[in-house]
């Protein structure tokens, strides 16, 4: 499924879970819809399992959002205390659609806990009280940690232990039967050798071929490069290697202590969630990581350098980046805000020393490269997501790998292949709802949760859309609407680009003069590189009208990613 297809679904107002494999564009889809939501005056709830996912997209975790914070059970007199609150009782009844990050990390208990909560402030029995819910995230991912703990006073709890460790089994998931968009385009990774490898790990098809090129990328202690950022499985690795690293560099740290403000709980979110330390150590030479989006573009998160030296004014550290761009590094803002007001707010520097990281302080970002150290592997998709963050296989320095570095849960590829064919039936459906019909659901959505509609001028390509879905050829639309035939055609070469007319459906373009030439007209846009008409016209010397050429270009095979 395109973002585009998935992006139409979300607008009716359908649950939905969005997944997809690492880089296929599942935060852009999820950041396009609340862009959309907001211009009808819906503000959207977006929050994460984890404090990490929640400060990536500018949200909080689902648990502070809810009221529950850290419980895993829930009892009458928890769940009067939650909605005796008025901050989380006007959040949740404000909201009309809750989207949930990371989804995978989720337990199915709290996510049962969350649908309670938000049931009982809202007053409404269906599953959320009523509101769409959109789960985001890939089950390939690192999976929920569960705590073994002694159960007591089961006889109040209003959620009863479980065995069961992912989400989509719990009874909350089926109550709201999710409709499935499975994206399938890739928009992170360059390289086809590491996204076939990707590939045959997420179908348990990872063979001695792909074996192989692992082990051209492994590297032996001695040779391991400084400068790039080293993935571990366990924290006491990422901090020996950090301490190590910058205490060979022989000159005194500059110490940025991080600055907060807010309630303690919410502060004690942000500073999990946030990839700079609480107090930050550097030094020239240090190599560091951003760990946050310049507004600016100037780097993202992700973003690799090395300090250079420290601003003789304000003392800030000046990072010279891969590119060769140097850039002095001013404090940045962390915060947790609701309808326009801070509720609490962390500043720290953007960076971390970048010698070493955990594999799930990795999960999200995307790295030009990574020496791995995939030797103490001991949960299943921990190898998966450590390949997975970077852009290409050069990318990667492996150190090592055990017998679950490669290997993902059993049960994620059983339910993964449900997910294809859920989402394949998906497409199915909505390609067969007129596109008028499909704007119809996405108004009365907008208006059943109190939305404004925009105020939009007379969509001159949807008249040409209902009048082509009548079967009219393009004289025939030209004629009724009183517009001139290559008009009708710049409405067509529109509505194709949005898929709302199929390519399939475009053969009663077709003329004999234009079926004859069609394979020259083609190669003439493909050997200029150019996907204007002019320069096509001159090289044939006017042999064939604009219109034409035009015909001839929206019948260009779609080019396969």
Not at 131 to 147: A, H, N, R, T
Not at 333 to 352: C, F, H, K
Not at 414 to 435: G, H, N, Q
Not at 465 to 486: D, F, H, M, P
Request: aromatic letters at 8%.
């Amino acid at each position: 499924m395109t973002q585009s297809q998935a992006l139409v679904v979300l607008k009716t107002g359908t649950n939905v879970f969005l997944t997809g494999e690492p880089g296929s564009g599942k935060s852009y889809v999820v950041n396009a819809y609340a862009a959309y939501l907001r211009t009808h005056g819906i503000e959207p709830a977006v929050t994460a399992s984890t404090g990490i996912a929640a400060t990536h997209i500018g949200g909080m975790t689902v648990h502070s959002w809810s009221g529950i914070g850290i419980k895993t059970k829930l009892d009458v007199r928890d769940l009067k205390y939650i909605t005796s609150n008025q901050y989380i009782t006007r959040r949740i009844d404000h909201a009309s659609v809750l989207i949930i990050e990371e989804v995978s990390m989720l337990t199915p208990e709290r996510l049962s806990l969350v649908d309670i909560v938000c049931r009982q402030v809202k007053q409404n029995h269906e599953p959320f009280g009523g509101m769409q819910i959109i789960f985001v995230g890939d089950f390939f991912q690192l999976p929920p940690v569960v705590k073994r703990e002694t159960q007591q006073h089961a006889q109040t709890e209003l959620i009863a232990p479980s065995p069961i460790r992912f989400a989509y089994d719990g009874p909350t998931w089926m109550s709201i039967n999710p409709t499935i968009c499975y994206l399938t385009e890739q928009h992170r990774q360059e390289d086809g050798d590491l996204l076939e490898l990707l590939s045959a790990i997420r179908h348990n098809a990872f063979s001695t071929d792909h074996l192989y090129h692992i082990q051209k990328r492994k590297i032996v202690d001695q040779v391991i490069p400084d400068t790039v950022p080293k993935l571990f499985s366990h924290n006491a690795d990422v901090d020996r290697i950090n301490d190590e690293v910058l205490g060979k560099i022989p000159e005194k740290s500059t110490v940025f202590p991080m600055s907060y403000q807010g309630p303690d709980s919410l502060v004690a979110t942000l500073k999990k969630g946030c990839l700079s330390p609480e107090c930050l150590s550097l030094k020239v030479g240090a190599a560091v990581m951003f760990t946050k989006n310049s507004p600016k573009g100037q780097f993202v998160n992700g973003t690799l350098g090395v300090v250079e030296v420290f601003d003789k004014t304000k003392g800030y550290p000046i990072v010279k980046m891969r590119n060769g761009q140097k850039i002095m590094v001013e404090p940045m803002d962390w915060i947790i805000e609701e309808n326009g007001r801070v509720l609490a707010q962390i500043s720290q520097i953007p960076l971390r020393l970048a010698w070493a990281i955990t594999v799930h302080k990795s999960q999200g970002m995307s790295l030009d490269e990574a020496v791995m150290d995939l030797s103490d592997v001991f949960e299943f998709g921990q190898g998966y997501v450590a390949l997975s963050r970077v852009r290409r296989l050069s990318g990667v320095y492996m150190v090592g790998w055990n017998a679950r570095a490669f290997q993902v849960h059993p049960d994620i590829l059983v339910k993964d292949d449900e997910f294809r064919r859920a989402s394949l039936d998906t497409e199915t459906k909505f390609s067969t709802i007129p596109p008028i019909a499909l704007h119809h659901m996405h108004d009365t959505f907008i208006a059943r949760v109190g939305g404004k509609r925009k105020k939009e001028k007379p969509n001159t390509q949807r008249e040409t859309l209902v009048l082509w879905n009548e079967g009219k050829t393009i004289a025939q639309i030209s004629n009724v609407r009183k517009l001139k035939e290559g008009t009708i055609l710049e409405h067509i070469e529109k509505l194709v680009e949005r898929d709302e007319i199929q390519k399939s459906d475009l053969s009663r373009l077709l003329t004999p003069t234009i079926s004859r030439a069609l394979s020259n007209i083609h190669s003439a846009f493909d050997e200029l590189d150019d996907s204007r008409l002019s320069p096509v016209f001159q090289k044939f010397n006017g042999t064939y009208t604009y219109e034409e050429l035009r015909i001839a270009r929206i019948l260009i095979p779609s080019k396969q990613s």
